[in-house]
């Protein structure tokens, strides 16, 4: 089915590992974004690329980087997780030429201990 | 004032009943506006883009007053399943990325 992949699915780190979460989407979209939302509280911004080849930070990028390795993928790096890194993460995309919404991934659910 | 509020809720409705959320925007340049649909622990799905003359799908209406600036979802007939977070989301001009409200927690109780 057409739309946003996302793994791992699950996944429990120990402060000061490094990981990578991997997004694919496969419906030729131009942008495509990484959110955090912690229980309780709204979607956070961590980072976006708009296009195939740039990348901006967003309202919380401190302990992540993020790379547009080509237009389908678009992974995000803790280089050293932190406890306060424990949260869900979802990817999304959107076609900006178009007047849509985001389609999300099914999430990536992080602890770090 | 933040850029897009709704009322966290939650709303608790028996089944059968209507009930209507609004959310407001700040920018009056914003172009798009859309209603998603979030389930606990899992991603928000779209629901509805809300046009200017408003939109019905089924049970569900979205309306646009861009003069006070709000949009309006309205769920007739309240089934369990539509138990959810409710997110409103506004496009503006220029941005990349769309914005979100914190969304408004619907449960429907039997």
């Known amino acids: 089915n057409a739309g946003v992949t996302q793994t791992p699915k699950f996944q429990v780190l120990k402060t000061g590992q490094s990981m990578t979460l991997q997004c694919a989407q496969d419906?030729?979209?131009?942008?495509m974004y990484w959110y955090r939302q912690d229980p309780g509280m709204g979607l956070r911004l961590i980072y976006y690329s708009a296009s195939e080849g740039t990348t901006d930070k967003g309202e919380v990028p401190n302990g992540y980087n993020v790379s547009r390795l080509n237009k389908r993928e678009f992974s995000l790096r803790l280089e050293s997780a932190a406890p306060s890194q424990t949260s869900v993460y979802f990817c999304a995309s959107r076609e900006t030429a178009v007047d849509y919404g985001y389609t999300f991934g099914s999430g990536t659910r992080l602890t770090v201990v | 004032r933040k850029e897009v509020e709704q009322d966290p809720g939650p709303f608790n409705v028996p089944e059968g009943a209507t009930v209507a959320f609004n959310c407001t925007y700040s920018n009056s340049a914003s172009q798009s506006f859309f209603w998603y649909r979030q389930d606990c622990r899992k991603e928000p799905k779209l629901l509805m883009s809300?046009?200017?003359s408003g939109n019905e799908d089924g049970r569900f209406t979205a309306q646009l007053n861009r003069a006070s600036q709000y949009i309006s979802l309205l769920i007739r007939d309240s089934k369990l399943s539509d138990s959810a977070t409710y997110l409103c989301?506004?496009?503006?001009?220029?941005?990349?990325?769309?914005?979100f409200g914190k969304g408004t927690m619907l449960l429907v109780s039997p």
């Open positions: 419906m030729n979209h131009n942008s």
């Open positions: 809300v046009y200017s």
């Open positions: 989301v506004v496009n503006i001009p220029g941005y990349s990325t769309l914005t």
